[in-house]
């Protein structure tokens, strides 16, 4: 993992691999460890049902998970996240300030909460419109 990360600019990492690097389970911590070490741009931390980082030299910021959806499978959901997350730091031409932050971690959250809601993968990415829909109900 090592060998990979240090070359990257954008990293996603989870909870389990940041505790499998650092022997920590707090993911925040984990994260600014992290991003002190290897100095990306963008650092996103995800820990599944507990939300979501997103580490920048310009801070940290956290979202949460949308819970509000009903669970099938979990396959995909960090998939989804990575994706809908890169989509929007184009869609932002890679600025991530605190609006900005916040946007791609609430879109990012939407996405993987709802690829949660079907089993399977590839055929359970939801469109842009279902995951501003799932924003707009819930925050």
Not at 10 to 31: H, Q
Not at 80 to 93: H, R
Request: glycine content about 8%; some cysteine; aromatic content about 10%.
């Amino acid at each position: 993992m090592w060998q990979v990360m240090e070359y990257s600019d954008i990293i996603k990492i989870s909870d389990y691999e940041l505790a499998f690097l650092y022997g920590t389970v707090d993911v925040k911590e984990g994260a600014v460890k992290l991003y002190s070490d290897l100095k990306p741009k963008i650092i996103f931390a995800t820990c599944g049902k507990d939300g979501a980082y997103l580490k920048t030299e310009n801070g940290i910021w956290y979202h949460r998970c949308y819970t509000e959806v009903k669970t099938v499978d979990t396959t995909g959901a960090g998939d989804a996240f990575f994706g809908a997350a890169l989509s929007k730091l184009l869609d932002t031409g890679f600025a991530v300030a605190q609006e900005q932050a916040m946007d791609i971690l609430r879109f990012s959250s939407a996405a993987a909460a709802l690829v949660t809601t079907k089993k399977g993968a590839i055929l359970s990415m939801p469109s842009r419109d279902e995951i501003e829909q799932l924003i707009s109900e819930n925050g």
